[in-house]
């Protein structure tokens, strides 16, 4: 037996009139006649299986032992073989003999059988996947199909938004996300919010080589590491930014009424609980505290 439903050995007579007839009134099946001893026959099964399962159930295929099965032989008259017949709407409606190539047979087939659906892209996984990898365009051009479909997709407006921070138009992400109805993608909504939020902070501050020669001169220079962290932050560098504040915080965690612990919220927010950093960083803000 073949490991895949399309495929499938036939025993006995009212197993073909199940398998063959009554099921190609649903998907055209394709009947291989074949014997252990018939060379071309071994030599013709891997390319009708490979036909079949590139058809992904459009097709089916029985394979009937002509040896096993001589009262099938009989009633269809097979007198040589390899002998291939396609039965559509319980009747044989085409057929070959002899191990015929590829193209052969599936220009045979094409008249009777549908091509395959074509397979159904998730937009927003897609899009999802090519943001984390920092291809924004990409990801920006998978989301507007999406929303061209169906523009009150809540997580595709908020990611759609993310995007356009990412290339600087702050004002009209806010709008987007200003959009999104419900409170069903609560954190999503309020990670993209804390993504504006550094992004705006960090266009406001001095650039990251000013900073770094602050914090050379000085390392517990609070206000140079915090605003540091907010630039990496900004560049989506992620880890050095985490430790950074969280150093912050276990040094001087009253500092600026306590926004390095306000920056580590933000941060989890927008990374989201799943993501291992914000796993390591709870933890390690945790102990901390406790």
Known sequence: MSDTPYIFDISGAAQFDQLV?????????????????????????????????????????????????????????????????????????????????????????????????????DLLKSAQALFADGHISEAEAQLKQLLAEDNSNALGLILYARCMAERGELAEAETVLNAVQGDEHKQALAGARAQLTFLRQAAEMPD????????????EDDEAVHQLAVQQLARQQYEPALDAVLRLFVRNRGYADGIAHKTLLQVFELLGNDHPLVTLYRRKLYQAIY
């Open 208 to 219: 990251i080589a000013a900073l770094k020669t602050r914090i050379a001169q000085n390392s």
């Open 21 to 121: 007839i009554e099921n190609s009134f649903h998907k055209p099946v394709l009947v291989d006649f074949w014997a252990d001893w018939c060379a071309p026959c071994k030599a013709l099964m891997p390319t009708l299986a490979q036909i079949t399962e590139g058809y992904q159930g459009e097709l089916l295929l029985a394979k009937v032992d002509c040896d096993a099965e001589q009262d099938i032989v009989a009633r269809f008259g097979i007198r040589s073989l390899p002998t291939v017949v396609l039965f559509k709407d319980g009747q044989p409606i085409d057929g070959f003999s002899g191990a015929k190539p590829e193209s052969e047979i599936r220009a045979m087939l094409q008249p009777h059988v549908n091509e395959p659906a074509a397979p159904q892209v």
